[in-house]
């Protein structure tokens, strides 16, 4: 059941920007150029944490505050 | 307000007034699956719309993340007899419900597909031994699996909905309460003096204290669902502060996957929109099957987790220092020190003792002795 493999793509970084992560990951948990790379991707891609406002109609919200004012949560 | 996971607040509730819903080939579920349904319409499972298909299971498996690559560590899956799904095919809609939980709804069926048990176990549980509760689980399911989206039309009051929120509620109450910094803390016990420690620790750092007990399935000589809130209450009302603390409940079934599940356990939480989550030593364990602080290490995997992790390790009273410790910071020898092991704690209350309170408030303890029915039988 478990995928063989993932699918990867090839990206291409200048050699001795990969030369100095290598050196940078001697000694830690990272196995590969790759592990690293992916990691840093993701936390990049992860920081956008622009505010969000849901989606409530002044109905919606009312109704979310009296049910919250009945259950005690909010006086 | 942080982000829910994956960007959008998933919600699948469809008012039934609306729709035919009969005609539709109907399925009674288990309660289980009807609390899947429910935590997927309300979006404490978001961005999931419903149980998994199979490019998403074998990404969980392998890889920890959806096929899509957000982080996702636990296959929410729905299992049908494969007799009573010989005539279903991919397109059909199914009528899902369960009278515990009073749940309507509609599953779309995207796929149907065999799966392996062995492999879910040994990637989800890290064991195929069939003593792990949640790979016993996993063994007893039956053996077809329908991938789709559900919508929910209806659902009935049940017990304990007074502390029922959902994801919607919390964030609008959290807001209300000008709430920034929201840190999470996940149980299925009573509090003792190290739990209270470790929730007052990390408030002290935050703006409220999300209080989450799960209320569902567990395994026996688990406490009751009944004690673990009347527990709570109890040590709510006498030490903390209305203003700084919030108890919800989220109903679902204890997995024990140990490491993988305190994943999962984060992700809802940031759903709920709490921005740590506190992680213990043992989260989500059972038996010996994972490393005191597995748990712990599997966060450095996801750095786009989205909600910050605060590990805890285990904490016992020293009488040298004459206040809660831990092992960074008392330089006191082991035999200065009181463990709140849980174990101990529940022993002593089956004896219908009240537990020293250097382990546990005597409020909390004399309310857990009011019940007939302490345990999980």
Not at chain 1, 45 to 63: G, L, M
Not at chain 2, 194 to 217: C, M, R, S, W
Not at chain 2, 297 to 320: A, M, N, Q, Y
């Amino acid at each position: 059941m478990e995928k063989e493999s993932k699918n990867y793509t090839t990206i291409s970084i200048p050699t001795p920007l990969a030369n100095k992560i290598k050196e940078r990951i001697k000694g830690t948990g990272f196995t590969s150029l790759s592990s690293y790379v992916t990691y840093v991707l993701r936390e990049i891609i992860s920081s956008d944490k622009e505010e969000t406002d849901e989606a409530f109609t002044k109905e919606d919200e009312e109704k979310v505050r009296e049910r919250l004012r009945a259950l005690g949560y909010l006086d | 307000m942080i982000k829910p996971h994956g960007g959008k607040l998933v919600n699948r509730n469809v008012k039934k007034k609306d729709v035919d819903l009969e005609g539709y080939p109907k399925f009674e579920i288990s309660t289980n699956s009807s609390e899947d349904i429910l935590n997927i319409a309300n979006g404490i499972f978001s961005p999931l719309n419903g149980f998994l298909c199979k490019n998403d299971i074998e990404n969980i498996l392998s890889e920890k993340r959806l096929d899509n690559d957000i982080p996702w560590t636990i296959p929410i899956m729905l299992d049908f007899d494969k007799k009573e799904i010989k005539d279903i095919k991919e397109g059909d809609k199914l009528l899902l419900t369960n009278q515990e939980t009073g749940i309507t709804s509609i599953l779309d069926v995207e796929e149907i597909q065999d799966y392996n048990k062995k492999t879910i176990a040994q990637k989800v549980y890290k064991t195929d031994d069939v003593n792990h509760p949640g790979v016993a689980n996993i063994y007893n399911m039956k053996e077809k699996l329908i991938g789709g989206k559900i919508t929910l039309y209806d659902t009935k009051v049940r017990e304990y909905d007074k502390y029922n929120l959902t994801p919607k509620e919390t964030r609008f109450l959290f807001k209300e309460k000008g709430w920034r910094d929201i840190v999470a803390f996940q149980t299925r016990n009573p509090p003792h003096i190290g739990h209270e420690y470790v929730q007052k620790t990390a408030l002290t750092f935050v703006d409220g204290i999300f209080i989450n007990p799960i209320i569902g399935k567990k395994k026996p000589g688990d406490f009751t669902d009944d004690v673990i809130l009347a527990s709570y209450e109890t040590l709510m009302k006498h030490y903390y502060l209305k203003e700084r603390a919030v108890m919800s409940i989220l109903r679902t079934s204890m997995k024990y996957a140990g490491p993988r599940e305190a994943i999962h356990h984060a992700i809802m939480r940031k759903n709920f929109g709490c921005t740590h989550f506190i992680v213990g030593r043992d989260h989500a364990g059972v038996g010996n099957y994972y490393g005191p602080y597995d748990a712990h290490d599997i966060f450095s995997e996801f750095p786009d987790l989205g909600i910050v992790p605060l590990f805890f390790r285990s904490f016992s009273r020293c009488t040298k220092c004459n206040s809660v410790v831990n092992d960074k910071i008392c330089p006191h020898d082991q035999k200065y020190h009181i463990n709140f092991a849980g174990k101990k704690i529940r022993e002593i209350l089956r004896n219908g003792q009240i537990p020293s309170e250097d382990m546990m408030r005597k409020e909390v303890s004399e309310t857990i002795l009011k019940f007939d029915k302490t345990f999980v039988e």
